[in-house]
């Protein structure tokens, strides 16, 4: 026979098999029933075979397409073992590492899931197309249904309640079940019930068909051995009643019913959404933390301030000896509890992320000779002997965070000094893993004080954990520095561990890499000078708290500046539209009008451009920048003490606005005819500044004229042209005067003062 005529014939045989598929399906070859129920529920049952029944005689197979449909919709022929051994089997391989139990569990539920949506789904379906609307006859037609497709027969027990309530309870067997019979077949033994998807379709369907959230357990399963594959469905918080009573029934104690897997619809999906909520409310209660310790870390600086800064003001004056130590006790006290509201901000920073590393140039030796300085005084009052030694390779420009370096190694310094009543304390600093790009730094410190035993080594580095109570009642202590200095190393991709022995003493070994400098940014070694006084210099402090405002107001005038006060932004915006301020120290939290607000407005508002320092105890990450944002130029912490609050006053004072170069060239460089021109600026100026006021005041545009044009001579002489040049030539031309214009006029004349008054001859001579 040719090619084509095979083809040809098997064609023909397609189109027979076809026609035959579209003839009406064929009737069960017996007229037994497809469900076993009790007698009270047998008309619902039998009024639903026939449904089913007429259902399923509408049945077309076409293989050229691929379908199979019943009543007009679309089935598909799925091997039995592919929805139970093997797929377990499957899924136990594919996660093995998880154990054979876990494995099985994860097949479980995944069966589970998908066979109760089927169920819940085709009797949607079935329901709207053979239009059934009461519960129990939805109900009877699942397990004809059941039976129809395939799945297995069911047998309805009589102690069984279909009600629509938390009452229903439905007892059956399987005796057929597609699941059992494929491990059966395959000749296997399960450990556990295999039932899974005949549970899920079931208890789908009936849920659907009562609208109950409804499960089944199988207690019995002719796969692990067992006679019949039963099963019990309830809403599943009452599963375990049922099983109890069952249990009781059969005279067996309570006690030895094993509370079995009860599977609910989507528990991974619960599970993940109790692990989301969970998730919310771990960062919330993180949130919540960190504000709380952030507001009573604010609550603790704002009176530490005033402590501080007034212990180090009375320290200035004349005491007694008796005095001098109860200063020095609450002194010490103060700075002690600063310390432990610091490691309390540090760990809350570290518990929210909120920590980053800084990579500047930072200069090893001169930060460990710093720690020397500052560790100095109580070295000498314990006579212990302090040395250091460090590697030459360390005394390069190296790029870190100083501060946080810093920090670490003055934590477990200082420890060893307070730890240590006898001997000394001996640092050794080397250079190991040295290449042309970085190295890892090495700080050994040694002590030959109290020590630590093994078995207590490790809780050191715990939060709030000291190697013994006794410890901490004598040398006090919150149990963080460690733990915090370790959790920093760990962020620079460094280490600290520990050797000790009790009453030997303890070595803590500092790891830390750093990144070699280039030569040109290593950072250049400025020469001292002494701090700017403050002669001149006009200080407006904004600060509520009486206390803090009255010792910050005598910090600076007790250094030369002339300070103002206000208590409230608001207050402060109406100081400055009447006076001139050289710089403003800004309270953040203050009643009314914040900071940050009082910041906007003079910046905006009166358009100043006077440099302001953010002063605060507010504590939360990011507070800094968030100052700088607002139009701040500085932040300063409290509690501060004098020698910061001056820096960062010196650091954000005005540039310089004298300049005399041009006064130079023009005399020759002749110290004394200079001085003398500087002697008559100073005296003559201010009288200038007043009568240049007392003409704009009085509308007098030629006097205002006239005086304008003076100023503007003398101005040209010491360099302050370029900073009210314009401002002079303005009053000129138009012969009147912006309160703005006068205001800075002012400013830069007073500070011009200032800064002339400063210079004494020699200075003029030498700069000559």
């Known amino acids: 026979?040719?090619?084509?005529?095979?083809?040809?014939?098997?064609?023909?045989?397609?189109?027979?098999l076809e026609a035959a598929a579209s003839d009406p399906h064929p009737q069960p070859a017996s007229d037994a029933p497809s469900v076993k129920v009790p007698a009270a529920f047998d008309p619902y049952f039998r009024a639903a075979e026939q449904t089913v029944k007429t259902y399923f005689s509408d049945i077309r197979m076409r293989p050229s397409e691929g379908t199979i449909e019943i009543s007009g919709e679309r089935y598909v022929l799925v091997r039995a073992s592919a929805f139970s051994k093997d797929f377990l089997d499957s899924i136990r391989h594919l996660y093995a590492d998880r154990g054979q139990s876990e494995a099985f569990g994860i097949g479980r539920d995944f069966l589970f899931d998908i066979s109760h949506a089927i169920g819940i789904n085709d009797a949607k379906a079935f329901h709207a197309k053979m239009n059934v609307t009461d519960p129990l006859s939805r109900l009877s037609a699942g397990p004809v249904h059941f039976a129809y497709t395939g799945w297995a027969f069911v047998d309805i027990l009589p102690d069984s309640t279909p009600t629509p309530d938390d009452r229903y309870f439905l007892h059956y067997h399987h005796p057929f079940s597609f699941e059992a019979d494929a491990w059966v077949r395959a000749g296997v033994k399960s450990d556990a019930p295999v039932?899974?998807?005949?549970?899920?379709?079931?208890?789908?369907?009936?849920?659907?068909?009562?609208?109950?959230?409804?499960?089944?357990v199988e207690v019995s399963c002719r796969a692990k051995g067992d006679a019949q594959c039963t099963f019990v469905m309830s809403p599943p918080h009452k599963i375990n009643e049922h099983l109890q009573r069952l249990a009781q029934e059969k005279g067996m104690p309570a006690t030895s019913v094993i509370t079995p897997d009860i599977p609910t619809f989507f528990l991974r999906k619960t599970i993940e959404e109790q692990l989301e909520k969970a998730r919310v409310m771990a960062e919330e209660s993180s949130r919540t933390k960190s504000e709380f310790v952030a507001n009573m870390s604010h609550e603790l600086r704002t009176p530490l301030t005033a402590i501080l800064g007034f212990t180090e003001l009375l320290k200035k004056t004349r005491l007694s000896a008796r005095q001098n130590e109860y200063l020095e006790a609450i002194s010490t006290s103060g700075s002690n509890l600063l310390a432990t509201i610091n490691d309390i901000m540090d760990l809350s920073k570290l518990d929210a992320g909120k920590i980053s590393v800084a990579a500047a140039p930072l200069n090893i030796p001169q930060m460990l000779h710093a720690i020397g300085l500052m560790l100095d005084p109580k070295v000498r009052s314990k006579d212990l002997q302090y040395t250091l030694t460090i590697d030459e390779a360390l005394a390069q420009p190296l790029l870190g965070d100083s501060m946080r370096v810093s920090q670490i190694l003055l934590n477990i310094i200082s420890n060893a000094v307070k730890f240590t009543e006898k001997g000394g304390v001996t640092i050794s600093c080397t250079a190991e893993a040295d290449t042309s790009h970085s190295l890892r730094a090495v700080f050994r410190i040694r002590d030959t004080g109290i020590g630590i035993s093994a078995a207590k080594q490790a809780?050191?580095?715990?939060?709030?954990?000291?190697?013994?109570?006794?410890?901490?009642?004598?040398?006090?202590?919150?149990?963080?520095?460690?733990a915090i200095a370790r959790e920093l190393a760990q962020i620079m991709g460094g280490s600290i561990t520990l050797e000790s022995k009790p009453g030997k003493g303890s070595e803590f070994i500092v790891k830390l890499p750093f990144v070699k400098a280039a030569a040109h940014e290593a950072p250049s070694q400025p020469e001292a000078t002494a701090a700017p006084g403050g002669a001149g210099c006009r200080v407006l402090v904004v600060e509520d708290n009486v206390l803090n405002q009255k010792m910050t107001r005598l910090m600076l005038e007790n250094n030369g500046y002339t300070a103002f006060g206000v208590n409230s932004g608001t207050k402060a915006l109406a100081w400055l539209r009447k006076n001139t301020a050289d710089l403003i120290l800004m309270d953040i939290q203050i009643p009314g009008m914040d900071g940050y607000a009082a910041t906007r407005k003079i910046r905006g508002e009166l358009g100043l451009q006077t440099p302001i320092v953010a002063i605060t105890a507010h504590a939360f990450s990011g507070e800094k920048e968030k100052c700088i944002a607002a139009g701040m130029n500085g932040y300063l912490s409290k509690p501060f003490r004098e020698s910061e609050l001056l820096a960062v006053i010196a650091g954000n004072r005005p540039a310089a606005v004298a300049d005399l170069r041009f006064l130079r060239e023009q005399t020759r460089h002749n110290a004394a005819f200079m001085q003398e021109m500087i002697r008559t600026f100073v005296q003559q100026a201010p009288k200038d500044l007043k009568a240049l006021e007392k003409a704009a005041a009085s509308g007098n545009g030629e006097q205002l004229y006239k005086i304008a044009h003076t100023m503007s001579t003398s101005a040209g002489f010491f360099g302050l042209s370029e900073h009210i040049g314009a401002e002079l030539r303005t009053l000129q031309q138009t012969r009147k005067a912006e309160p703005a214009q006068l205001q800075k006029v002012r400013r830069v004349i007073e500070q011009a003062i200032a800064e002339l008054a400063e210079l004494t001859p020699s200075a003029l001579s030498s700069a000559s």
């Open 1 to 16: 026979m040719k090619a084509t005529d095979q083809i040809a014939a098997l064609k023909n045989r397609i189109r027979e």
């Open 195 to 216: 039932c899974i998807m005949s549970a899920g379709y079931s208890t789908g369907w009936c849920q659907e068909s009562f609208g109950l959230p409804l499960t089944a």
């Open 459 to 482: 809780s050191v580095f715990e939060r709030f954990t000291q190697a013994d109570t006794a410890i901490s009642r004598k040398y006090g202590g919150s149990g963080l520095g460690l």
